[in-house]
C-alpha cells in the first residue's frame, strides 16, 4: 500500500500569516496516464470533510484562492497564503492513483 | 438539495453484524462512484471500500476485505456497506462519499454527516 505521511502533525500559526503543510508518498503518484492524483481534504471540528484541491494544484469550487497546492511524484505541499480563524482544522491529503486509496495521517492547524 | 443521509449505524458485540445504508439524493446516483470512509474516535480517515457506479468494480481496504460487502442499489439510490465479524477496531464513524464525476481518482466531493459503529461486548 502507499503511504502517505504528513508533517508537521501539529501547525500553530498566527492570524493572516502564510501556512504550509508537506504530504509526501513512498511511491510515485503518476498514473499511467501520465496524471498525478493527490487531492486535499479539510476537516473543521465536529464537521464531515471537504476536499478543498484535487490533481495536485485544482481548487474546488468555493474554496477561497488563498489555499494552492503543488508538487509532484512523491513529494506536495497545501499552502495557505494568509490564515483566517475559519481555516482552524485538520488537513489530510489523500492520493487516488493506487489502490488501496490511502489518506495522510493529518495535519492540524491552530491559531497560535 | 444533493445529499448523503447514512444510516443504520449502533452498537453490536466484537463477531456481531450491521449493515448501513446510505441514501443519496439531489443527483443522479447512477452515475458516480461511491465510497465509504471511516474514522475512528480522535483518529484520522481511512478508506474502507468503493463500488463503481454500475457496480462491477468493488475495491476494500485490506482491514476488512472478506468481511464487508459494498453494494448499490440505483432503483433506491441507496449506498449499502454490509460489515460481518465485526471486531473492536472497526468503531468508527462511517462517512458515506460520492466520488467526482469526472474519475473516481480525483477523490470524494460529496460526504454525508456519517453513521456511529461502536464494536463492544
Known amino acids: 500500500d502507499v503511504v502517505m505521511t504528513q508533517s508537521p502533525v501539529s501547525l500553530p500559526v498566527s492570524l493572516g500569516q502564510p501556512a504550509s503543510i508537506s504530504c509526501r508518498s513512498n511511491?510515485?503518484?503518476?498514473?499511467?496516464?501520465?496524471?498525478?492524483?493527490l487531492n486535499w481534504f479539510q476537516q473543521r471540528s465536529g464537521q464531515s470533510p471537504r476536499r478543498l484541491i484535487h490533481k495536485v494544484s485544482n481548487r474546488d469550487s468555493g474554496v477561497p484562492d488563498r489555499f494552492s497546492g503543488s508538487g509532484s511524484g512523491t513529494d506536495f505541499t497545501l499552502k495557505i497564503s494568509r490564515v483566517q480563524a475559519e481555516d482552524v482544522g485538520v488537513y489530510y491529503c489523500m492520493q487516488g492513483t493506487h489502490w488501496p486509496r490511502t489518506f495522510g495521517q493529518g495535519t492540524k492547524v491552530e491559531i497560535k | 438539495e444533493v445529499q448523503l443521509v447514512e444510516s443504520g449505524g449502533g452498537l453490536v458485540k466484537p463477531g456481531g453484524s450491521l449493515r448501513l445504508s446510505c441514501a443519496a439524493s439531489?443527483?443522479?446516483?447512477?452515475?458516480?462512484?461511491m465510497n465509504w470512509v471511516r474514522q475512528a474516535p480522535g483518529k484520522g480517515l481511512e478508506w474502507v471500500s468503493s463500488i463503481s457506479a454500475s457496480g462491477t468494480y468493488k475495491y476494500y481496504a485490506d482491514s476488512v476485505k472478506g468481511r464487508f460487502t459494498i453494494s448499490r442499489d440505483s432503483a433506491k439510490n441507496s449506498l449499502y456497506l454490509q460489515m460481518n465479524s465485526l471486531r473492536a477496531d472497526d468503531t468508527a464513524l462511517y462517512f458515506c462519499?460520492?466520488?467526482?464525476?469526472?474519475?473516481?481518482?480525483?477523490?470524494?466531493?460529496?460526504w454525508g454527516q456519517g453513521t456511529t459503529v461502536t464494536v463492544s461486548s
Open positions: 511511491q510515485s503518484l503518476v498514473y499511467s496516464d501520465g496524471h498525478t492524483y
Open positions: 462519499a460520492r466520488s467526482d464525476i469526472l474519475t473516481a481518482r480525483f477523490g470524494m466531493d460529496l
Open positions: 439531489g443527483f443522479t446516483f447512477s452515475s458516480y462512484t
